[in-house]
């Protein structure tokens, strides 16, 4: 049998708290073991005013500290590129919050962060328009949060590619969230896939609008707005729509799309012609409040419908958590809890995306 679905903003409200904070933990012990044999690159105040300064170890190309950039920062930009001119290494934290900075590109130098008990923020920055972190390579973490810069048009951390959970976290991914950043910001379709292909990467938290991607011929990315079909596509973007008369031998190749799996109003019976299907990952910026935009999979109006199964997908994302919707579909279909849970199981959905049958969901 089906209950009605209940939507608990728990989870979310849980995610969009400061996760990069513990709370209840000195991080003192934790620095001077990973500077044990460089006790004299320890930048223990962490905050960075002109007050501080005089402390912080500047010959050091490897810094234990919980750096904290905030609205008492009374350095320039061109103050803080001197600074950090030697740094490469930051073990410990990273805070730019509150600041009128346009930019971090003064620890362009840095090419790795590794975390203690505290993650990295930047948020709430109502000026900045890029990160700019250009050499930033590496970061063994829990989380980055990247928000509430509301001018930010990218983040320009290009060489960002290798995630790492650190060993005080209890997390089981790694959480980049970006959200409430400014409505110019978009993320790169390269950059989503490559996070995506990361198994223990957490893509949910990408509130964010896909950038205009760039074609290449010889890339298998095609545009469904652009293509009049998708045949030898691996790759592609947009939301895809499939209706009574679409050539779903076609499809064969498609490997992830780039937005939305719709399916209308055909005749099918069995859909299972997606082979190759792995990634469905659907962005949009959420509205506060709206978690009904942006389903990554719609099945609707299919009389016929008795089974449906896409056999290797691996990985869905959605801007909302009634991201899976079957509408209208064969009454039998629609209303036998197998079927329900077995769609669960076929899709491969683990998180909280649970499949919504007019409305309803599987009953435990």
């Not at 009605?4 to 996760?19: E, T, Y």
């Not at 061109?78 to 620890?107: C, D, P, W």
């Not at 990295?120 to 509430?148: D, F, H, L, Q």
Request: glycine fraction near 4%; aromatic fraction near 14%; charged fraction near 20%.
């Amino acid at each position: 049998m089906f209950v009605i679905k209940l939507f608990v903003f728990c989870f979310l409200v849980k995610k969009f708290q400061f996760q990069y904070k513990y709370d209840d933990y000195d991080s003192t012990n934790f620095l001077q073991e990973k500077c044990e044999f460089e006790p004299e690159c320890i930048f223990p105040m962490g905050f960075i005013t002109s007050a501080t300064v005089k402390y912080y170890p500047m010959n050091c190309s490897r810094v234990c500290a919980d750096i904290q950039i905030e609205q008492h920062c009374d350095l320039s930009v061109e103050q803080l590129t001197y600074l950090f001119r030697n740094l490469k290494h930051i073990v410990g934290s990273l805070s730019i919050t509150n600041t009128m900075f346009t930019t971090a590109k003064f620890l362009a130098g840095v090419e790795s962060i590794e975390c203690d008990y505290w993650d990295i923020a930047i948020m709430k920055n109502p000026r900045m328009v890029e990160v700019g972190m250009t050499s930033w390579s590496s970061v063994t973490c829990a989380y980055v949060v990247i928000a509430e810069n509301q001018q930010l048009k990218h983040t320009n951390l290009t060489n960002l590619k290798t995630f790492n959970l650190h060993e005080l976290s209890n997390a089981t991914k790694f959480d980049l969230q970006l959200y409430e950043l400014g409505p110019k910001f978009c993320i790169s379709v390269e950059d989503v896939e490559y996070y995506t292909y990361i198994d223990h990467f957490d893509v949910v938290t990408l509130y964010a609008n896909y950038c205009e991607p760039i074609y290449n011929p010889n890339d298998n990315l095609c545009n469904v707005k652009l293509r009049s079909t998708l045949e030898g596509c691996t790759r592609v973007f947009g939301d895809l729509a499939i209706g009574p008369y679409y050539d779903v031998a076609t499809l064969k190749s498609v490997e992830i799309i780039f937005g939305s799996l719709i399916i209308n109003g055909t005749n099918f019976e069995i859909i299972d012609f997606f082979l190759n299907l792995k990634y469905i990952i659907q962005l949009g910026i959420r509205e506060r409040g709206n978690v009904e935009n942006a389903p990554v999979i719609v099945v609707e109006n299919n009389k016929n419908l008795v089974d449906f199964s896409i056999p290797s997908l691996k990985k869905i994302r959605s801007s909302t958590m009634n991201a899976v919707v079957f509408k209208k579909n064969n009454e039998k279909f629609m209303a036998d809890p197998k079927i329900c849970f077995g769609i669960k199981m076929a899709l491969n959905i683990t998180h909280f995306y649970t499949p919504t049958f007019d409305g309803r969901v599987c009953s435990k």
